[in-house]
C-alpha cells in the first residue's frame, strides 16, 4: 500500500444503489450524524442530479458550505471538471506533438465532450480535486449517482490501469521499432526520456493511488443502499457481485433503508452471516436539517454502524 494512503486518517464514505432508494438522504443523514458525534465532515454529491439542495433545502455549489456545525455540504459541477479533464488532454496533446497544428484538436475535443464514458472521468477528477484540498477533514461522504454510473466510477481506476499496461506495451515497442529503423543506439535513453511513455507513467501512477484507495477498507466504506422490496434486491445482488468482481467487496456496507420493522425477512443468500443495519421508513418528508435530527433522534442505535 502507498505509504501516504496508509497515514492518510480521512474515511471515504460512498452511498450507492438503486435509483430512489434513498442514497442521497441516508448520505444526508450519515453527514449529519457524524458531526454530530465529533466527526469533521464534508459531503460531496457527485451525481449529476444533484438532491442535496433539494434535502437540505437550499441551493449549494460546487465551494463546499456549512450546514452546521462542522458539516459542510458541496455538488460537484460535472460539466467543469469534464471541461478540465478535456483541457488537460488538450494541453497534454501540444506538448507531446508540437506538429499537432495537422489536427483539428478543437473538433476532436467537442466529439469528446459528448463520448460515452466521460462522466466518470469529471467524477474521478472532481473527487481526486477535493481529497487533495480538503485535509481538515474526518470524513468525505459521498452521494454517488444511481447504479449504472456510481459503478463505472468504481471501475474506473482498475480499467483505466489494464488500457495504460496496454498502451505502455505498445509504446515501448514503437520506440523499439524506432530504433531500428535509425540503427542509432540512442534507444534506452529514448524510452526513459519519451514524453508519452512519460505521460502513461504518470497516468498510471494516478489510478494506481485510486484503486489503492478504492480497495482499502480502512480508508474507504462502499455502502450499499436498497429498500425491502422485490426489485430493489434483485439489483442489490447484482451490485454484491461486481463489487466482487472488481474486489471492492471488502469496503461494502449494506444499509437496509425505509425499512418499516425488522419483520422483513432478507433473502438469506444476499448478505449471508451479517446483520444489516435498518433504517425505519419516515412518515414525515426527510427535507430541512430539523427533519433530519428528527428522523436522527428517532433512530437511536441504528446509525452506529458509521462509527465503527
Ligand atoms: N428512510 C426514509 N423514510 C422515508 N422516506 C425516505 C427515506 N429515505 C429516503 N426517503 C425518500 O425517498 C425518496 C428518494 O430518496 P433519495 O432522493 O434520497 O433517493 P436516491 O437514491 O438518492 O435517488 P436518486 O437515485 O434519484 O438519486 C425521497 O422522496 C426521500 O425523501
Ligand atoms: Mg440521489
Redesign the pocket.
Known amino acids: 500500500m502507498c505509504s501516504e494512503i496508509a497515514e492518510d486518517p480521512r474515511r471515504f464514505f460512498f452511498f450507492m444503489?438503486k435509483?430512489?432508494?434513498?442514497?442521497?438522504?441516508?448520505s444526508a443523514l450519515a453527514a449529519c450524524f457524524l458531526a454530530a458525534r465529533g466527526r469533521r465532515v464534508l459531503l460531496l454529491s457527485l451525481?449529476p442530479?444533484h438532491?442535496q439542495a433539494d434535502?437540505f433545502d437550499r441551493p449549494f455549489s460546487g465551494r463546499p458550505q456549512a450546514v452546521g456545525e462542522r458539516v459542510r455540504v458541496a455538488e460537484v459541477d460535472q460539466r467543469h471538471w469534464v471541461d478540465r479533464y478535456l483541457h488537460s488532454v488538450q494541453d497534454h496533446v501540444q506538448r507531446a506533438y508540437t506538429y499537432q497544428s495537422a489536427f483539428n484538436l478543437d473538433h476532436w475535443l467537442d466529439v469528446l465532450r459528448e463520448s460515452p464514458g466521460i462522466e466518470e472521468y469529471g467524477m474521478i477528477l472532481a473527487f481526486q480535486h477535493y481529497r487533495r484540498v480538503e485535509h481538515d477533514i474526518d470524513v468525505m461522504v459521498l452521494?454517488l449517482?444511481?447504479t449504472g454510473l456510481a459503478m463505472k466510477f468504481l471501475r474506473l481506476p482498475r480499467l483505466s490501469l489494464r488500457w495504460l499496461a496496454h498502451l505502455k506495451d505498445l509504446r515501448e515497442e514503437i520506440l523499439r521499432k524506432k530504433e531500428i529503423v535509425h540503427r542509432i543506439q540512442l534507444g534506452r535513453k529514448e524510452l526513459e526520456t519519451d514524453r508519452i511513455l512519460g505521460r502513461l507513467k504518470e497516468q498510471g501512477a494516478f489510478y494506481a493511488d485510486l484503486k489503492t484507495l478504492f480497495e482499502n477498507p480502512a480508508a474507504t466504506r462502499i455502502h450499499l443502499?436498497f429498500n425491502p422490496e422485490q426489485l430493489s434486491i434483485r439489483e442489490t445482488g447484482r451490485i454484491c457481485d461486481e463489487l466482487k468482481e472488481i474486489e471492492l467487496e471488502r469496503c461494502m456496507q449494506p444499509v437496509l433503508?425505509?425499512a418499516a420493522g425488522e419483520e422483513f425477512p432478507l433473502p438469506p443468500e444476499l448478505f449471508p452471516g451479517r446483520s444489516v443495519p435498518r433504517?425505519?421508513?419516515?412518515g414525515r418528508?426527510?427535507?430541512g436539517l430539523s427533519a433530519l435530527h428528527g428522523f436522527l433522534g428517532e433512530q437511536g442505535e441504528r446509525m452506529d454502524f458509521l462509527l465503527h
Open positions: 444503489g435509483g430512489g432508494t434513498g442514497k442521497s438522504t441516508v451525481d442530479a438532491n434535502i452521494d449517482p444511481p443502499v433503508n425505509k433504517l425505519s421508513l419516515s418528508p426527510l427535507v
